[in-house]
């Protein structure tokens, strides 16, 4: 191998969506254009192609082409690891897996560098497996709760397929170190600073934006102010979309999926950006604060490395009904600084991004290959 020309295959958990770990992938892949791309399945329309992968085609596992994968292939968990170990990767010098899954479990050789971006250790198969579980019917439960054993004993011993483990927080960084005792640099995912500008001139409501999912507390916000009677604004969509419409009162605005140039608008306008999920790092509450707007956000996980609790935001204690109006009611007589919340969210940005990773790659190949 040439040291200052590695051949790269760049592998990914799975593409179906573009989400927060999809827009650290395109980074890395606008990064190294040449690289080649693995994945457990791509269903990507062609819209998220281009935003994600700019237009690539990507080489898929065995999973890709099982009965009705489009639509169930999470129901072929039990053969996540098999097909990400059958990817043939043995023609490269670098790997470079993004993993929230089983992405970083791929097989290398003594002579391959494999950095792993690890968005988060396996969540089902580690600290949500009762969450996972726990509606299942009896005997499908036996089932999936055997799987999801099997499958975090096969994480932690494939810890040690990884040179280098980057973490997207300070909090994914502890669980690396907990879950496979190995040591992780921090490198915080890209956050578009540029279309999320800064805005002074907010209104009197605040923003909640979100995929509508259960772990989001998108419906615990909801709660809240239906109690305050604020003013709320909500855009998403989900399987809590219906939910969520229909218990919401005359102050709250549920607006659904909207086009990227509307959430922005919206979230410069807001008043402050409400925040109950509990994530690994949380890329939303950054693109607010670039807009200056401040972050109101449940103060566990990922969000203590973004939000600064008392200047760029507020932090509440727990994920219920009263710790988030606590938390407004101390907010409203505040006067944020949004340029400075705007300036702080900078340092988030994809320029540095793409900095940070690229300087960190060269080091661990120096050390490497020698």
Not at 29 to 41: E, F, S
Not at 43 to 69: C, V, W, Y
Not at 113 to 136: E, F, G, K, Q
Not at 167 to 178: G, L, Q, T, Y
Request: charged share 25%; proline share 4%; net charge neutral.
């Amino acid at each position: 191998m040439q040291k200052n020309n590695p051949k790269i295959a760049i592998v990914h958990d799975w593409l179906v969506t573009d989400g927060g770990a999809e827009k650290v992938l395109r980074s890395i892949i606008d990064l190294y254009p040449d690289a080649a791309i693995y994945t457990l399945v791509d269903f990507l329309n062609e819209h998220d192609r281009e935003a994600i992968l700019g237009g690539r085609h990507t080489n898929t596992s065995f999973i890709q082409k099982l009965p009705m994968a489009r639509k169930y292939f999470r129901h072929y968990l039990a053969f996540f690891p098999k097909a990400i170990e059958q990817l043939d990767l043995s023609g490269y010098d670098l790997i470079i897996s993004s993993s929230w899954a089983v992405a970083k479990g791929v097989k290398t050789i003594k002579k391959q560098l494999h950095i792993s971006y690890c968005h988060t250790p396996i969540r089902y198969a580690w600290d949500l497996y009762d969450v996972y579980t726990a509606d299942l019917p009896f005997l499908m439960k036996l089932v999936v709760q055997s799987i999801l054993k099997s499958i975090k004993k096969w994480d932690y011993h494939t810890a040690d397929r990884v040179d280098y483990f980057i973490a997207n927080s300070d909090f994914v960084k502890e669980r690396i170190a907990n879950n496979y005792q190995r040591d992780a640099v921090v490198i915080h995912p890209p956050v578009d600073t540029v279309n999320f500008s800064l805005f002074e001139e907010k209104e009197d409501f605040y923003l909640t934006a979100s995929r509508l999912v259960p772990y989001k507390k998108v419906s615990l916000i909801v709660e809240a102010f239906n109690v305050s009677g604020k003013k709320l604004v909500v855009i998403g969509d989900g399987p809590e979309y219906d939910y969520i419409k229909r218990i919401a009162r005359s102050n709250i605005t549920v607006l659904g999926w909207q086009e990227r140039h509307v959430v922005i608008e919206y979230m410069q306008r807001a008043r402050a950006f409400v925040y109950a999920a509990l994530e690994d790092f949380g890329i939303v509450p950054v693109e607010a604060m670039a807009c200056g707007t401040p972050v109101i956000a449940y103060g566990v996980g990922g969000v203590r490395d973004s939000v600064v609790d008392g200047k760029s935001g507020l932090f509440f204690e727990e994920q219920t009904v009263t710790s988030i109006n606590k938390a407004v009611e101390k907010f409203e007589p505040m006067s944020p600084d949004y340029k400075a919340t705007a300036e702080h969210a900078s340092i988030f940005s994809a320029p540095q991004f793409d900095a940070k990773f690229k300087n960190f790659a060269e080091v661990c190949l120096k050390e490497f290959y020698g």
